[in-house]
């Protein structure tokens, strides 16, 4: 179990409004030290910066050394390029107005090495045409495959149609070919043997497909692969061009830590929550309603509450949470207590700025910068 009161006392809680996001500074940076270590170097890592979508975090990475980062949104992209990130991959495909923003992005930043992902053939003719009619011939962008790893969301399969895809980008007079894109989030299984011998199976068929690439003359200059539970697994084959790119584990979450209890990394997310009603025995109601924590679990497991002995999450509504617990007793209204989401990045996404716990006080405010739609672009 990761609670450890010492770890996670705050002496001025009452500088906190409820229901208020904590970021605890150290275990942050200790996050990032241990997924350095995993990865085997600085520069084998591409964190994504969904999970926390600000600078300040960005910044304790650049300060690692770890300089090449990927994003989901435009919004994130422009956060990134904002705080001195050169290399960015944005892990999603353009479509729609987000081509012409893409462009407008490269253009912004022409110092950064951007980097997207398609996986059709309409994508890149989309693509291919934004840039060009931009009639900018400063806009370069990387353009990796993003190849289906079985988990059935984006991605073209391995086979014939993504060697033809392959072909057309490194054909293309508007893009430059970036190698491919690998994410098996599918892979949580408890048992470390299981998915690693599910991870592994995976990246056999990812490893023929990427030399029957190289065997017929295409360059692969790297591939990005991994979400939390499988990047240790991939950073064991010790490939040279592989980029290894976990997000969650920059904050952990209830959830991994208890399914991933091997990985080292330590809960640096919590959410600071109040009692605002308790007139029924062994039931307290928090003011920490699914407005204020990610709501993408089922009812019932969203938030964790390691201090108290046992809880069952009764009913949660927009801005109440109503537990049962035998400890009820021992809080009165007004009296704090620390939720641990189980899921932490859309939880970071719903606030506009985190209070950061340094030494055990809150010291700092934290904007999460990424969490707009739109930035300036
Ligand atoms: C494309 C992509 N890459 C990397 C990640 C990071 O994975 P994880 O949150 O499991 O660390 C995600 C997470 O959603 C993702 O969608």
Redesign the pocket.
């Known amino acids: 179990m990761y609670w450890k009161p010492e770890v996670y006392r705050i002496e001025n809680a009452e500088s906190v409004f409820s229901p208020g996001l904590l970021i605890f500074r150290d275990l942050v940076e200790q996050n990032l030290v241990e997924m350095v270590r995993i990865a085997g170097g600085p520069e084998r890592l591409r964190p ?1 910066c ?2 926390h979508k600000t600078q300040e975090v960005v910044k304790i990475a650049l300060r690692l050394g770890v300089t090449r980062h ?1 994003c ?1 949104t435009i919004a994130e992209a422009e956060m990134l390029a904002d705080v001195g990130v050169q290399d960015i991959l944005i ?1 999603y495909q353009m479509v729609g107005p987000n081509l012409q923003r893409l462009v407008r992005l490269a253009q912004k930043y022409p110092d950064v090495e951007l980097a997207t992902l398609v996986d059709h053939p309409q994508a890149v003719t989309q693509l291919s045409r934004a840039i060009q009619e931009s009639g900018d011939p400063g806009v370069s962008i990387r353009v990796l495959v993003d190849l289906n790893s079985g988990m059935n969301r984006t991605g073209i399969s391995i086979g014939p149609r993504a060697i033809e895809l392959y072909e057309m980008i490194y054909s293309s007079d508007a893009l430059k070919i970036g190698g491919l894109h690998w ?1 098996d ?1 599918q892979h949580r299984q408890c048992d470390l043997a299981e998915r690693t011998g599910a991870v592994n199976a995976g990246w056999d068929q990812l490893i023929r497909f990427r030399d029957q690439l190289l065997l017929s003359g295409l360059p692969v200059p790297c591939i990005v692969a991994a ?3 499988s990047f240790p697994v991939l950073a064991d084959h010790g490939e040279p061009n592989l980029e290894l ?5 920059v904050y952990h979450d209830d959830d991994m830590a208890t399914r991933f209890p091997e990985m080292k990394f330590q809960p640096a997310l919590a959410i600071l929550t109040r009692v605002v009603s308790c007139n029924r025995a062994n039931e307290l109601t928090l003011d920490v309603g699914h407005k204020a924590c990610a709501a993408d679990q089922p009812a019932g497991q969203r938030l964790a509450f390691p201090e108290l002995s046992s809880v069952k999450e009764l009913t949660h509504s927009e801005e109440h949470l109503v537990i049962h617990t035998p400890d009820a007793n021992q809080f009165k209204i007004g009296d704090h207590l620390i939720a641990f989401p189980r899921h932490a ?1 859309p939880t970071s996404a719903v606030y506009q700025a985190a209070h950061v716990i340094v030494g055990g006080n809150v010291a700092e405010q934290w904007e999460i910068v990424g969490r707009d739609r739109v930035l300036t672009i």
């Open positions: 994504h969904k999970t990927k989901a892990a994410y989030g979400g939390t539970g790119s976990p997000g969650t584990t990045c």
